[in-house]
């Protein structure tokens, strides 16, 4: 199926580990995030020691699936590793001169509004610096300040056009982090982590429990046993639709993110800026049961048939989603 989830084709689909050297743009990467962000990879790995045991609690909770059951227990190892993956890579390949400069484009354009109250306000702040020093004495111009501002907003108009968050929207596979299923392991990408904050002003540690929570749910809702002791059949579960995988893990990332906004904001701030950049598959869950007054409920009952039942196309899980709002509706004795 060309548009299973996990093909042969996606990085994340091998079956045994690998190590490989870091490319010159990985190194240059890692460089810039060190002087930008000196700690990022600390604090991934912060976030994932913080956070791992409460997701996965809140998974049990609202999957109710299990990794352990009786003396059974399914181990999901979760690493923080350097490097960036395949398509991630390929993608800021192409902007590999600019790196630089769209990591730090929130703080010129934070510099560029700066600039604005110079210009408003260049004779009062020519006032307080040197009241008895004349322009030209090591003061601007207005003029000058009027250039400088202008330049400023040519640069950063032409790097927003470059839209690299657009372009990260368009990738359709986990790039800030990955549930290698065949392994099965999570893998957390400090370094695409920390570049994507920078990118959407949110702390790494926060999106960094965001991507944990949503590769959780991957491991969750493929190797989690339900109350019969089922699992989602390994190749069914790779051969799922997109819309069938990342929207199942995209939903339950999105309650646990709302069960955690009183005690962790920013992680429900990460998530909302995330997906406000994503698109296709990563959005399919905002539309199922919306209106549903069960709707948890509903999707669980429809993620279990679709493990049961090998569900790969993902009409097959919307028909099932409205036959099941529809007889929860008949059970309650009231409309959805």
């Known amino acids: 199926m060309v548009n299973g989830w996990g093909v042969d084709a996606r990085y994340y689909a091998v079956k045994e580990r690998r190590q490989s050297g870091a490319s010159g743009l990985e190194r240059r990467l890692a460089k810039l995030l060190q002087s930008y962000s000196p700690d990022a990879r600390e604090k991934v790995e912060r976030a994932f020691k913080q956070w791992n045991l409460i997701l996965r609690d809140y998974l ?28 991630f890579s390929d993608m800021l390949s192409d902007y590999e001169r600019y790196i630089e400069l769209l990591l730090i484009l929130p703080r010129l354009k934070a510099a560029q509004s700066g600039l604005e109250e110079v210009v408003k306000n260049h004779d009062a702040l020519c006032s307080v610096i040197a009241p008895q020093r004349e322009l030209g004495d090591g003061i601007p111009t207005l003029d000058e300040v009027i250039t400088v501002r202008k330049f400023l907003s040519d640069a950063v108009g032409r790097l ?29 990408f400090w370094m695409p982590i920390a570049f994507v904050a920078a990118l ?3 702390p790494v540690e926060a999106l960094a429990a965001v991507v944990l929570a949503h590769e959780l749910a991957h491991a969750y809702t493929h190797l989690g046993r339900d109350i019969d002791g089922n699992r989602w059949e390994l190749e069914n579960f790779a051969a799922a639709d997109l819309f069938i995988v990342e929207g199942l893990a995209q939903f339950y990332t999105s309650v646990i993110c709302k069960k955690l906004e009183m005690r962790y904001p920013a992680a429900v701030d990460a998530f909302d800026k995330l997906l406000a950049q994503q698109s296709g598959p990563y959005r399919a869950h905002e539309e199922w049961a ?19 039942q090998g569900f790969i196309e993902y009409p097959e899980l919307i028909e099932e989603m409205r036959s099941t709002e529809k ?10």
Do not use: W
């Open 60 to 87: 049990r909770t609202e999957t109710g699936l299990r990794l352990s059951v009786g003396d059974e227990t399914q181990t999901v190892m979760v690493k923080v590793k350097d490097g960036l993956p395949q398509p």
């Open 200 to 202: 959407l002003t949110v």
């Open 160 to 188: 927003e056009r470059m839209d690299l968050l657009n372009k990260f929207a368009q990738i359709e596979e986990d790039t800030l982090g990955a549930y290698f299923y065949r392994l099965p392991e999570i893998q957390l």
């Open 290 to 308: 919306k209106d549903h007054h069960a709707r948890g409920e509903v999707v669980r009952a429809c993620m279990i048939k679709c493990r049961s």
């Open 327 to 336: 007889e929860l509706a008949r059970s309650k004795g009231s409309r959805p």
